[in-house]
């Protein structure tokens, strides 16, 4: 499976405007059904993290920008407070928003399905915008970049 190139994730919740947010970075993250809007996401049964977020019920899924390496790092650690030295926002739903990314995708956890030692969850999309520059990207154990693809 190192094989296989994924986009690199950041999951976002908070439970109180004012609280801090809860997130851990996803590479399982996709695009489910176009109608009605549906994402979906695997999350491994170990993280304690996610019990957090998906209290809240809604999320922001940002989509890391090439230069959001240390962005990963963080959200991936298991550090008391991930977000210290991130900058996010809430957006008009709700969701913390993370400053800087390549496309952010406010959502809100529908179903969570049996996948193994993973939760497979299934969200509903609220809203979607589209920040700047190109996406990170995971492959074979490593961050890069992603390459413009050829001329037709
Ligand atoms: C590029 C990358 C992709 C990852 N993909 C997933 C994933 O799809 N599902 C998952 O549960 N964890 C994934 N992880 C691991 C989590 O981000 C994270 O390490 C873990 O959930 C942190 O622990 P916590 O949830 O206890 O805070 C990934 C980490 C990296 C760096």
């Known amino acids: ?12 919740g908070i439970s109180h ?21 549906l994402v979906c996401f695997s999350i491994g049964r170990s993280s304690t993290s996610w019990p957090k977020i998906r209290s809240a019920g809604r999320l922001c899924a940002s989509v ?3 230069d959001q390496e240390h962005v990963c790092r963080a ?20 969701v913390p928003r ?3 990314a390549h496309a952010w995708i406010d959502c809100e956890v529908t179903e969570e399905l049996d996948g193994g030692d993973h939760t497979i969850a299934i ?5 979607m915008d589209h920040g700047r520059g ?14 413009e693809p050829r001329a037709a």
């Open 1 to 12: 499976m190192s094989h296989l190139p994924t986009g690199v994730v950041a999951l976002a």
């Open 98 to 100: 993370i400053a800087g």
């Open 134 to 147: 190109d996406p990170l990207v995971f492959h074979r154990g490593r961050l890069g970049s992603y390459r």
């Open 123 to 127: 969200a509903r999309v609220l809203r």
């Open 64 to 66: 890391l920008a090439e």
């Open 75 to 94: 959200l991936s650690s298991k550090q008391p407070d991930k977000f210290a030295g991130i900058d996010w926002s809430l957006s008009e739903t709700g």
């Open 17 to 37: 405007p004012r609280a801090n947010p809860h997130g851990l970075v996803v590479g399982t993250f996709q695009s489910l059904s176009l109608s009605p809007a």
